[in-house]
């Protein structure tokens, strides 16, 4: 099995910033790709920034300027850099990867969220 853990999250004024951070365990060969998505009260999950194993980078127009994507490959652990935080990147905050688990093929895994709330 596979888990996620996410940290960081938190309360922070407009204009502030956040790290996150998502850290993978268990039977894990590599990861393929991992990905932030967040998901505001009433509203759908969506996709924050996402990058590859090789380090290629996607980020949402919402937030692109704002926020960095960043791994390191040898710790299975993901971070998102969080700055100029607006009262609309109010969310909780989920971890994804997609996981080589060796012969048993690839596996999408999610963590449990992390909050994070900007105060105007």
């Known amino acids: 099995q596979v888990q996620l853990v996410e940290s960081g999250g938190g309360l922070v004024q407009a204009g502030g910033s956040l790290r996150l951070s998502c850290a993978a365990s268990g039977i894990i060969v590599s990861i393929t790709d991992m990905a932030w998505h967040r998901q505001a009260p009433g509203k759908q999950r969506e996709l924050v920034a996402q990058?590859?194993?090789?380090?290629?980078?996607n980020y949402a127009a919402s937030v692109k300027g704002r926020f960095t994507i960043s791994t390191d490959n040898a710790k299975n652990q993901m971070n998102l850099q969080l700055t100029s935080l607006k009262p609309e990147d109010t969310a909780v905050y989920y971890c994804y990867a997609n996981v080589d688990r060796g012969w048993s093929g690839n596996y999408d895994y999610w963590g449990q969220g992390t909050q994070v709330t900007v105060s105007s």
């Open positions: 990058i590859t194993r090789r380090g290629s980078t």
